[in-house]
């Protein structure tokens, strides 16, 4: 298990290659949370202005899919409801 931190960082760091991210400063991850189920890491990239929102917008879902490539799955909450018939 402890090998999943440095595969979920290699795994945002390599999406960081996109032609509009600034290679300085360079891209960086780190831990902004620690959950119940989760560590949660952020990918902090330099991006001209304009390319902010269209960069932000593009990074998202091929982290997702190469984080489940990796095996690394995003912990969703689940609850388990019993419904009790009144007597």
């Known amino acids: 298990?402890?090998?999943?931190?440095a595969v979920a960082v290699g795994v945002l760091l390599a999406i960081a290659?996109?032609?509009?991210v600034h290679r300085d400063p360079v891209p960086v991850v780190f831990v902004t949370g620690l959950g119940d189920r989760a560590v949660d890491l952020s990918l902090r990239v330099w991006v001209d202005t304009a390319d902010y929102w269209p960069v932000t917008f593009a990074f998202t879902e091929?982290?997702?899919?190469?984080?489940?490539e990796a095996g690394i799955g995003i912990p969703f909450p689940q609850w388990v409801v019993h419904l009790v018939q009144a007597s």
């Open 62 to 68: 091929p982290a997702k899919e190469r984080l489940t």
């Open 17 to 20: 290659g996109d032609p509009r």
């Open 1 to 5: 298990m402890d090998e999943f931190p």
